[in-house]
């Protein structure tokens, strides 16, 4: 069973950064896919950002040029560095992992972390 666990989250002011981990139970090249999706209150749960094994990085146009995802495979580690954030960016914030083993897809979730933005 594949754990994804994240943390940096928190509270922070308009313009503020902040900088999100999730760390696998297992090696991070083991996934063909490892992104960030992100829930408001009231809201469905949306794609922050992804990572594919071929190295393709993809963003929501929400967050362009403000976020940047990268994989440190040493600590097996995804990380989320968010810049210039803004309340609009409030919401809980989720890992999440896509794998093909023995022919079948399972995706694994982190438990979320909640980022605040406000003033």
């Known amino acids: 069973q594949v754990q994804l666990v994240e943390s940096g989250g928190g509270l922070v002011q308009p313009g503020g950064s902040l900088r999100l981990s999730c760390t696998s139970s297992?090696?991070?090249?083991?996934?063909?896919?490892l992104a960030w999706y992100r829930q408001a209150p009231g809201k469905q749960r949306e794609l922050v950002a992804s990572?594919?094994?071929?190295?393709?990085?993809a963003y929501a146009d929400s967050v362009k040029d403000r976020f940047t995802n990268s994989e440190d495979t040493e600590r097996q580690t995804l990380i989320l560095q968010m810049r210039n954030l803004n309340p609009q960016d409030t919401a809980v914030y989720y890992c999440?992992?896509?794998?093909?083993?023995?022919?079948?897809?399972?995706?694994?979730w982190g438990q979320g972390t909640q980022v605040t933005v406000s003033s």
């Open positions: 999440h992992a896509n794998a093909k083993e023995l022919g079948q897809r399972y995706d694994y």
């Open positions: 990572l594919t094994s071929a190295g393709k990085i």
């Open positions: 297992r090696t991070t090249l083991s996934f063909d896919v």
